[in-house]
């Protein structure tokens, strides 16, 4: 029998079009959450639509640019017209931009990878934030990168790096203000996984011998489900654990 223990739930995902962001979209719907699908390619959401319905799910689907600031505030207000709260915000989205010396890296890409990696969030969380507290259990998962919090930070990935750690401190932020609610806030590593950015990046590797966003996803679905208690901390996929952020004594 199906686990629907996210029916009646509304749940928001951005870059659902493909990889991580579609297997989360299916997986929440699979158990039964109404997904509101967000990408820019109109026909990828139209397919994962599909797939949606033929699961016996529901999706609404929201083609549009997160850097489109205006457009996340309009979808606030679509959001509370329909539902009057949201359950859950996956912020998966992300650009990796050029892997290039700092020196080298384009004001444009820097702007756009900030715009798509950390400020899009932000304004969703502001956007949202009435909304997944009007939820009985809020849920915000916000995916992030072993670039961004790892010791030895790798030479060439500066904008990524420095996009995801500014991501994981607000979502360590957004927590801290909810801590008292029964909202929980929680990023995640997901590792090398089988997808067209991390194509991109390792152009020479066998995509075979990565993991796939599928088996990702149900771990995903689980921080979003009303049982998780954790906030604040990050999940990493590579050894399965919750690990949590220290800074410097
Ligand atoms: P992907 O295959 O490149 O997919 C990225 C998604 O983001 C697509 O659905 C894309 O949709 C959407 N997106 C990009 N720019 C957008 C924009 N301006 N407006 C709206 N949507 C936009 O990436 P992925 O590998 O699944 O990565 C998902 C997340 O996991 C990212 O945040 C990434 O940094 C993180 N991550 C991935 C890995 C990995 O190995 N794959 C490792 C660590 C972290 P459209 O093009 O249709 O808009």
């Excluded at 909202?183 to 995509?207: C, F, H, I, Q, Y």
């Excluded at 966003?213 to 654990?241: H, M, N, R, V």
């Amino acid at each position: 029998m199906q686990n629907k223990e996210l029916a009646n739930r509304v749940a928001l995902v951005t870059g659902a079009s493909r990889g991580i962001g579609r297997a989360t979209a299916l997986e929440l719907a699979r158990r039964g959450a109404h997904v509101i699908a967000l990408a820019r390619t109109e026909g990828a959401l139209e397919e994962l639509d599909d797939e949606i319905r033929a699961l016996g799910g529901q999706a609404t689907l929201v083609p549009c640019d997160l850097k489109d600031f205006v457009a996340l505030d309009r979808l606030g207000a679509s959001i509370f017209q329909r539902w009057k709260h949201l359950d859950i915000l996956v912020g998966n989205a992300g650009l990796l931009g050029a892997l290039t010396p700092l020196g080298h890296i384009s004001p444009g890409d820097w702007e756009q990878v900030m715009a798509v990696n950390v400020t899009a969030n932000w304004r969703l969380i502001r956007s949202m934030d009435p909304l997944l507290r009007a939820s009985p259990a809020g849920r915000v998962v916000l995916l992030s990168s072993g670039a961004g919090n790892r010791a030895d930070l790798r030479a060439y990935w500066g904008a990524y790096a420095v996009s995801k750690a500014a991501l994981d401190a607000l979502g360590r932020t957004y927590a801290a203000e909810t801590v008292t609610t029964s909202m929980k806030v929680m990023m995640v590593n997901p590792g090398p996984l089988r997808t067209d950015m991390r194509a991109s990046a390792m152009p020479g590797e066998d995509p075979m011998t990565l993991r796939s966003p599928e088996e990702l996803a149900p771990k995903i679905a689980d921080l979003c489900s009303p049982g998780w208690t954790q906030t604040g901390a990050l999940y990493d996929f590579p050894t399965d654990s919750v690990q949590h952020f220290r800074g410097p004594a």
